[in-house]
């Protein structure tokens, strides 16, 4: 969700504060919705959701902190860019890129094994590995075909129940 330096020149293009609503499900579940105006692989734009996972891992109360920080600075002021560094700039996919592979060879990773296309493929990668459906995969990426299948990478462990899965499937009926 960040923009590269050309759509910089085009501020109708960069996710501002207002393509944000929060809400509240029936059932009591925190959510976000982002209004995503264009992207590589829909450039029509879509509609993301995301909920409150209610775990320390969760990207609905990452945002939440970091809307109040920015609204703390006063920083809508400043921008009306929804995601923009700590000196009121926005958030560049060159710099987002630049800024993760600093953090991962900090962390003794090799940053050349990531790119800022990483996310999405670790996140399809992580809902397939999760039994998650094609279908709730495609809405979770914003992917508009079966594109994001390529992407997922399949894990040893993974790999190794396919024997298991193809014996049953494959078991003769009264065998
Ligand atoms: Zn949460």
Redesign the pocket.
Known sequence: MTVDSISIKNPAKILSVHDMQTSVTPNGIKYLTLRIKSSKTCPSGFTCTIG???THV?A??SVMYYMHTRQQRNMYITNPALFVTSSGHILTHELFVSRTRSLLTGLGYDPKEYSGHSYRVGCASTAGANQFKDWEIQLLGGWRSDTFKRYIRQTQIHAVSFAARLAIKGRMPGS
């Open positions: 409150c996972s209610g969760c609905y109360c």
